[in-house]
């Protein structure tokens, strides 16, 4: 009699716990290279949105114009306010392109805060502003936990405001830092632009001066578009 060729139970058993274990490994390796691959594509995201900021803040403090304005019930502002008013930062910056040559400044007056959930950047279409004025916010960058700014002397101390007591001795530089979820601290160092009284720049007044400042910047296509400018080495302690 010819004995019958073909699997026990218990082979077919065995085999069916080796293939079952197997998909189970491969469903889990599948998954987790899925879940970081996710997690870096929101990394990355995130990491992108923080060099935009920071191009941004380079491109606004590099075009910073020494032009002061007046709040809305006329009181003087100067034309860099650091940790005074309402606003950690604002200054007066020029390069405010105007392609449909609308009758308007080509200077514009920039501020950052933190509302404490986001970094935000605050601008006005007008330099002096009127009761009704009201700035566009756009946010720039969510889970900031703090956002700090001084001031950077000649010496290399640092300071919250500029004071009368301060005379002549214009700081060199603004500290910018950025306290994130994420990220931790981050600090920016940005040179500020050579005193010039507005006034002095345009051999025939404040127009000329402006119509000179607008050639600053020529990738920026409106108020809130980052230029696509270099980023400057002084970013250190996290750096990018």
């Known amino acids: 009699m010819r ?5 026990t139970l218990l082979e077919v058993l065995i085999a069916m716990t080796i293939f ?23 990394r990355t995201d995130e990491y992108r949105t923080l060099v935009r900021v920071f ?11 020494y032009r002061g304005v007046r709040d809305e019930f006329g009181d003087p502002i100067a034309a860099v306010s650091v940790n005074q008013g309402l606003y950690p930062l604002e200054f007066t910056r020029g390069g405010w392109r105007n392609p449909l040559k609308l009758p308007r400044s080509q200077l514009q007056r920039v501020a950052y805060q ?59 530089g603004i500290e910018i830092r950025i306290t994130t979820e994420l990220w931790g601290d981050l600090i920016r ?3 500020l632009p050579e005193y010039i009284p507005f006034a002095m720049q345009g051999g025939t007044g ?5 119509n ?22 002084s970013l250190d302690e996290r750096a990018l």
């Open 114 to 172: 933190y509302n404490g959930e986001a970094l935000q950047r605050v601008v006005w279409l007008v330099l002096d502003r009127a009761q009704d004025a009201t700035p566009r916010v756009q946010t720039l960058m969510t889970g900031v936990t703090d956002f700090k700014v001084s001031l950077i002397k000649a010496d290399g101390s640092r300071q919250e405001v500029i004071t009368a007591e301060d005379g002549d001795e214009l700081p060199v």
């Open 212 to 233: 000179n400042v607008n050639d600053i910047e020529t990738d920026q296509n409106d108020e809130f578009d980052p230029a696509s400018q270099p980023l400057s080495p």
């Open 3 to 7: 004995r019958a060729l073909g699997f």
């Open 55 to 65: 191009k941004m803040i380079d491109r606004d403090i590099s075009a910073l114009v």
């Open 206 to 210: 404040a127009l000329e001066a402006e």
């Open 20 to 42: 079952s274990i197997l998909g189970l490994a491969s469903n889990q390796m599948l998954r987790s290279v899925s879940s970081i691959e996710s997690q870096m594509e929101e």
């Open 189 to 191: 160092r940005v040179n």
